[in-house]
T-cell receptor
């Protein structure tokens, strides 16, 4: 089966620092990856669509200068939370498309970010 | 734009009882429909999906769902719930030619009594 990994699974950082989260498709190439954010006891909200070799597309209300996304290869997308603040504390989940359809979307295990 | 509602925020059932989780969607055409399960602190696991064809879809872990176009619904069912089924369940809708517009419902938390 298709596997998507995220690293780290859990991170604590101080307010004002930057944190990078990696999303990897381990056994397939993913032209498109997605980043979601999930607050406690809430649903997943799409933050951005990451396309290999091009700029990410951000959803309305998501600050692209704060949440930097890089999709430098067909198996890796990174999300960098810059100048993190406590309100950025959340569960971040990525997903990767193996093909062009959501029929082949696979989710990572998520990264818990806590900003002190 | 499409939308998804899950009317039940929290459901509690006894182990061995049957289960039905409701999902309603709003979209002009036939969407791609999904059910995911999320255990606490974990990522998402796909239970089943509907794209076309037979409206009764079988999934993993003994779950099934039925697409009813007339009711714009895609309810998830399981005949006998196990304690390990306690989790958060999300219905999701993908719209567009390739399901590229993807929206999650608010989720239903399932508790299972011993």
């Amino acid at each position: 089966g298709a596997v998507v990994s995220q690293h780290p699974s859990w991170v604590i950082c101080k307010s004002g620092t930057s944190v990078k989260i990696e999303c990897r498709s381990l056994d397939f190439q993913a032209t498109t990856m997605f980043w979601y954010r999930q607050f406690p006891k809430q649903s997943l909200m799409l933050m951005a669509t990451s396309n290999e070799g091009s700029k990410a597309t951000y959803e309305q209300g998501v600050e692209k200068d704060k949440f930097l996304i890089n999709h430098a290869s067909l198996t890796l997308s990174t999300l960098t939370v810059t100048s993190a603040h406590p309100e950025d504390s959340s569960f971040y989940i990525c997903s990767a498309l193996r093909g062009a359809s959501y029929n082949e979307q696979f989710f990572g295990p998520g990264t818990r970010l806590t900003v002190l | 734009a499409q939308s998804v509602t899950q009317p039940d925020i929290h459901i509690t059932v006894s182990e061995g009882a049957s289960l039905e989780l409701r999902c309603n969607y709003s979209y002009g055409a036939t969407p791609y429909l999904f059910w995911y399960v999320q255990s606490p602190g974990q990522g998402l696991q796909l239970l089943l999906k509907y794209f076309s064809g037979d409206t009764l879809v079988q999934g993993i872990k003994g779950f099934e769902a039925e697409f009813k176009r007339s009711q714009s619904s895609f309810n998830l069912r399981k005949p006998s719930v196990h304690w390990s089924d306690a989790a958060e369940y999300f219905c999701a809708v993908g719209a567009g030619n390739y399901g590229q517009n993807f929206v999650f419902g608010p989720g239903t938390r399932l508790s299972v009594l011993p």
